[in-house]
């Protein structure tokens, strides 16, 4: 006598299922956070070739570094849209890629730096650091020369931002300024930042200018 085959019963597919779905919510995350981590890794080789193209482009200008901005015009403004320079286009020929001046985990809204000279206008995913820009002493790199720097592996020339070429910060060299933009914890809590001397590394927001020590967004270190 042959036994007809016996089928799964309704608690046993709800278990199955529920399997399933711990399962799912467990390891969910971990692949999110395994993307995201191939991101940062991404994000981290275009800002170390853009310093590295600043140091290039430094070599071939008496050692300066560019600034945020440039009168293309002679209207004796550097921010008119359209029209001015942005250190992107002054490193673009030394990189030869635009794509690099786009994080991968960042789409902002407008239209992306395409590598012409007159990018005022355009968006990004890396700012230079201006943060002490209005400070007087200490002041940020950027249109410094490379002798100003007296270490040049601690002080960020750039890093990432939310589409603007130019990072917003409080004009002071105040010890404990954290970051607040969105950028500063896109990967993992945390973003890239390009060094000076070439290198590249990842950071949290609290870690770059600490109450005692060394601040990373001054020229001067302190």
Same mark, same amino acid.
């Given at each position: 006598?042959?036994?007809?085959?016996?089928?799964?019963?309704? =608690?046993?597919?709800? !278990?199955?299922?529920?399997?399933?779905?711990?399962?799912?919510?467990?390891?969910?995350? !971990?692949? $999110?956070?395994?993307?995201?981590?191939?991101?940062?890794?991404?994000?981290?080789?275009?800002?170390?070739?853009? !310093?590295?193209?600043?140091?290039?482009?430094?070599?071939?200008?008496?050692?300066?570094?560019?600034?945020?901005?440039?009168?293309?015009?002679?209207?004796?403004?550097?921010?008119?849209?359209?029209?001015?320079?942005?250190?992107?286009?002054?490193?673009?020929?030394?990189?030869?890629? $635009?794509?690099?001046?786009?994080?991968?985990?960042?789409?902002?809204?407008?239209?992306?730096?395409?590598?012409?000279?007159?990018?005022?206008?355009?968006?990004?995913?890396?700012?230079?650091?201006? =943060?002490?820009?209005?400070?007087?002493?200490?002041?940020?790199?950027?249109?410094?020369?490379? $002798?100003?720097?007296?270490?040049?592996?601690?002080?960020?020339? =750039?890093?990432?931002?939310?589409?603007?070429?130019?990072?917003?910060?409080?004009?002071?060299?105040?010890?404990?300024?954290?970051?607040? $933009?969105?950028?500063?914890?896109?990967?993992?809590?945390?973003?890239?930042?390009?060094?000076?001397?070439?290198?590249?590394?990842?950071?949290?927001?609290?870690?770059?200018?600490?109450?005692?020590?060394?601040?990373?967004?001054?020229?001067?270190?302190?």
């Amino acid at each position: 006598m042959t036994r007809s085959p016996r089928g799964f019963t309704l =608690i046993e597919l709800l !278990v199955v299922i529920a399997i399933i779905a711990i399962l799912a919510a467990i390891l969910f995350p !971990v692949f $999110a956070r395994a993307r995201e981590k191939a991101r940062q890794t991404n994000c981290t080789s275009n800002v170390k070739q853009i !310093v590295l193209g600043m140091a290039m482009y430094a070599q071939d200008y008496d050692e300066l570094m560019p600034r945020e901005d440039y009168d293309m015009d002679g209207n004796g403004s550097g921010n008119d849209d359209g029209v001015d320079m942005t250190w992107r286009a002054c490193l673009f020929p030394y990189v030869k890629n $635009a794509q690099l001046f786009q994080c991968p985990s960042l789409r902002p809204s407008g239209t992306y730096f395409d590598g012409r000279y007159n990018d005022r206008g355009l968006v990004g995913g890396y700012t230079i650091n201006d =943060i002490h820009q209005d400070s007087g002493v200490p002041t940020p790199p950027g249109g410094q020369a490379l $002798a100003m720097v007296g270490d040049a592996s601690g002080v960020v020339y =750039i890093t990432e931002s939310d589409g603007s070429y130019e990072s917003a910060g409080t004009g002071v060299n105040t010890h404990g300024y954290v970051r607040t $933009a969105t950028a500063a914890t896109r990967h993992n809590g945390g973003c890239n930042y390009g060094f000076v001397d070439g290198h590249a590394k990842w950071y949290t927001p609290n870690m770059l200018c600490p109450t005692s020590g060394d601040c990373l967004y001054s020229l001067e270190m302190e």
